[in-house]
């Protein structure tokens, strides 16, 4: 691929104590790409993300967005004014909504910066809102939840919520979304419908990807593209094919 790196980073470290967690690492998400990242427990993913995204800062390396060095901005910064999103393992909805009233709210943390607009009348506010109803229902119908819509998040399954929080990701139109382990702990069928559901956002809406995923035949599926970490470092970059290949990878992250 061509062309400048939607996300690129360098050098990215994080320590806690003597434990260097992420060690030095360089990955780049091109525009467009569906790009995965695996390893083994512990090899440093998650804080990779978190030192990525805002949630944490990294204590050296360098994280730029769209050309734009963005290393040491909060998490809702980099969301709001760099549309780079990020999930988390553990599933978060409002439970005593409905699906669609998920979508909106979502929407409108980006559509209405401030608590005097979201809570704004008037046609103009209305027409908002309206659009932002359309566009959820677009999305709902995209991720396989139209039957549930009206049903409260809550009362649905974790895969169901899984892809309710990723249609949600969804509403703001963002850049690049960091997805982490997307496919944990829901059935065959949801995880057919979360991959047509990411496929779809890639192809239709523009959106990159970068993926930390367990699921080997997911990543095969999904990416033309795998980092692997292994102890903090970038252990392995290739193809799909070639990851599965690799000696060093196959006796670090598939057992040999």
């Known amino acids: 691929m061509t062309g400048l790196p939607i996300l690129d980073i360098a050098g990215l470290s994080k320590s806690y104590g003597a434990v260097k967690a992420v060690n030095g690492v360089d990955l780049q998400v091109h525009r467009g790409e569906i790009c995965g990242l695996i390893g083994p427990n512990g090899s440093g993913k998650s804080t990779f993300f978190d030192c990525s995204s805002g949630l944490t800062r990294p204590n050296s390396g360098t994280v730029k967005l769209d050309g734009q060095e963005i290393t040491g901005w909060s998490l809702n910064r980099i969301a709001r004014e760099g549309r780079m999103l990020r999930s988390f393992q553990k599933t978060v909805t409002f439970g005593?909504?409905?699906?669609?009233?998920?979508?909106?709210?979502?929407?409108?943390?980006?559509?209405?910066?401030?608590?005097?607009a979201t809570f704004g009348i008037g046609a103009r506010s209305r027409a908002r809102i309206d659009g932002l109803r359309e566009r959820a229902r677009e999305l709902i119908r995209i991720s396989g939840l139209w039957e549930v819509r009206n049903q409260p998040a809550g009362n649905l399954s974790g895969g169901q919520q899984k892809l309710?929080?990723?249609?949600?990701?969804?509403?703001?139109?963002?850049?690049?979304?960091?997805?982490?382990?997307?496919?944990?702990?829901?059935?065959?069928?949801?995880?057919?419908?979360?991959?047509?559901?990411?496929?779809?956002?890639?192809?239709?809406?523009?959106?990159?990807?970068?993926?930390?995923?367990?699921?080997?035949?997911?990543?095969?599926?999904?990416?033309?593209?795998?980092?692997?970490?292994?102890?903090?470092?970038?252990l392995a970059e290739g193809t799909p094919s070639e990851i599965v290949d690799n000696q060093a990878v196959r006796e670090a992250y598939l057992g040999g």
Do not use: W
């Open 164 to 234: 309710i929080q990723f249609a949600s990701m969804l509403m703001p139109e963002p850049k690049l979304i960091l997805l982490d382990e997307p496919m944990a702990g829901i059935n065959p069928k949801l995880i057919e419908r979360v991959v047509d559901s990411v496929r779809y956002a890639n192809d239709q809406l523009g959106v990159s990807f970068l993926i930390i995923e367990h699921n080997i035949d997911v990543i095969i599926s999904l990416c033309r593209r795998v980092v692997v970490l292994d102890q903090g470092r970038k």
């Open 96 to 116: 005593a909504l409905n699906v669609e009233e998920n979508l909106v709210i979502a929407g409108q943390m980006f559509t209405f910066p401030s608590i005097a």
